[in-house]
């Protein structure tokens, strides 16, 4: 294995590859900063690009494209409370606090470094454990999925800010929206009102670009017109050796878990930036800082996202099975390039394989060099006039919208929950929740009816299947921590008044 990694990074800084994948994370980095323009749009888009390419160099840009994109989403996340994508919302609620406070420099240094932690991470764990880590996603079947969703959907509590009644409400509107479309089992049409568009549900990112982009364009219009005065403190000092010593614990097991998560068919980077953030927060000591710009969760969302990266080429190398929407595409490009994905690929290309996995290595490297060297650059975005800033922030969601399926309809839906997310936040309601309520309520209610089908109308599979047991268990547990923590707190302002 050694001798082929050798030979995977001698690939990797060659000529050919070099300059491709370089390019693929510059250009993912761009893409995943622009609201709607995702990392799997971004593969998309360069994948008939790659036709006639080696096809070692054409899978680098590629992967490259998807490592800089899922990074590139927290710049925005963090700079102007607009996450560029999905992965990155849960970035907002430490990152954009940091912002606020004048330190948009520190929390881009923090998420750098995060995110190159869970991406190197990740692919260390690819390169070494890949074939075990494909027999556990093997085992995950619809109880399984089910589980996983519940357990995700009781982090609702958690990111409920301080009071979980307003996250409930959040996450039950989030549950509602997702139930919009056709029935996923008997293809009844619901709560479409015979409007075709809705025929197909509510797309994920319209929704994520007006609860956190439009909306907040919509606050800092508020703000204009009523003359509020903005933070005008401003630096651009780097993270401390501080903060570097209490972000690392957190950022490995993060990007642990991130990788361990992307291992799994289904679940994405935006699944495994909330469950990561979710924990880091029910250990940390002082929970209540999260939310408010803490270090441990910034650091958490980032490394758990980044670690995705190179879990969800694990089941898609050794089985065929692409663990996410990206892996998808570039499972595309493998056949494309007339390769077949599973445990002959390692036999009979392992010098293509240990060429990805090499590039894999160095493109985090570039990730982080183009991340912390663009820091002073990035940061000018805060400086821009708030009255030119606004427009921007509306056109770009508007044009990111529009792009995902060339429809006003999803311009639309951004907009209309652009303004609920507006009115939300003059009740203190999160829009968090129902971002995550609209990403696991489609996977709860399909494995769940799944499930009882498998089963025949019986509820044992909670019980008798050892991985959903120990989902179920952690979800509550999650939501114990959870309450017993807003106990104390609740004790300690009255204590305390």
Not at 212 to 221: G, H, M, N, R
Not at 284 to 290: Q, V
Not at 446 to 456: T, V
Not at 460 to 474: G, H, N, V
Request: net charge neutral; glycine share 10%; aromatic share 8%.
């Amino acid at each position: 294995m050694f001798e082929y990694l050798i030979g995977g990074l001698a690939t990797a800084f060659s000529p050919t590859v070099l300059p491709v994948l370089l390019f693929g994370v510059v250009g993912g980095v761009v893409l995943g900063a622009l609201p709607g323009l995702t990392a799997t749009m971004g593969v998309a888009i360069l994948l008939p690009f790659t036709f006639g390419m080696e096809p070692t160099a054409a899978l680098v840009m590629l992967i490259g494209v998807y490592i800089g994109g899922i990074y590139g989403g927290s710049i925005a996340a963090i700079l102007l409370k607009t996450p560029g994508t999905p992965a990155s919302a849960a970035s907002v609620l430490d990152g954009y606090s940091m912002t606020l406070k004048g330190q948009a420099a520190r929390a881009l240094s923090i998420s750098a470094v995060a995110s190159f932690i869970g991406g190197l991470t990740s692919t260390i764990v690819l390169i070494a454990i890949a074939p075990m880590l494909a027999k556990f996603a093997l085992r995950f079947n619809a109880p399984e999925y089910f589980a996983l969703a519940l357990f995700g959907l009781t982090i609702i509590a958690s990111v409920a800010s301080k009071n979980i009644l307003k996250g409930l409400l959040a996450g039950t509107i989030g549950l509602l929206v997702s139930t919009v479309g056709l029935d996923p089992v008997t293809s009844v049409p619901r709560f479409t009102f015979g409007i075709m568009d809705l025929y197909s549900g509510i797309n994920v990112i319209p929704v994520l670009i007006g609860l956190f982009a439009i909306s907040e364009a919509l606050t800092q219009l508020e703000h204009l017109f009523l003359k509020a005065k903005a933070n005008s403190e401003f630096n651009y000092k780097l993270l401390s050796l501080k903060d570097l010593k209490t972000m690392l614990p957190t950022a490995f097991k993060s990007a642990l878990m991130g990788t361990s998560i992307g291992s799994v068919p289904g679940a994405g980077a935006d699944i495994s930036a909330f469950v990561c953030y979710n924990e880091a927060k029910r250990v940390a000591k002082n929970p209540d800082e999260f939310g408010q710009g803490s270090v441990q969760g910034l650091a958490a969302a980032e490394a758990g996202n980044n670690g995705v990266t190179g879990g969800s080429l694990v089941p898609l190398l050794t089985l065929g099975v692409p663990g996410d929407a990206v892996a998808a595409v570039l499972l595309g490009a493998l056949i494309i390039q007339g390769l077949t994905p599973g445990p002959l690929l390692f036999s009979q290309n392992p010098e293509i394989v240990y060429g990805i996995f090499s590039s894999m290595l160095v493109g985090n490297i570039i990730m982080l060099l183009v991340g912390l060297l663009g820091i002073r650059f990035f940061c000018k975005i805060t400086e821009v006039p708030k009255i030119l800033m606004i427009p921007i922030i509306i056109f770009l969601s508007i044009v990111g919208a529009y792009a995902i399926n060339n429809s006003m309809f999803d311009v639309g839906i951004a907009i209309g929950f652009g303004v609920l997310g507006f009115l939300l936040s003059k009740m203190d309601v999160p829009s968090s929740p129902i971002l995550l309520a609209i990403i696991l309520g489609p996977m709860a209610e399909q494995n769940l009816r799944k499930s009882l089908l498998m089963f025949e109308g019986s509820w044992s599979f909670l019980y008798e299947r050892p991985i959903a047991l120990a989902f179920i268990l952690l979800a509550v547990f999650s939501v114990y921590s959870t309450m017993r923590r807003h106990k104390k707190a609740r004790q300690a302002e009255s204590e305390n008044p």
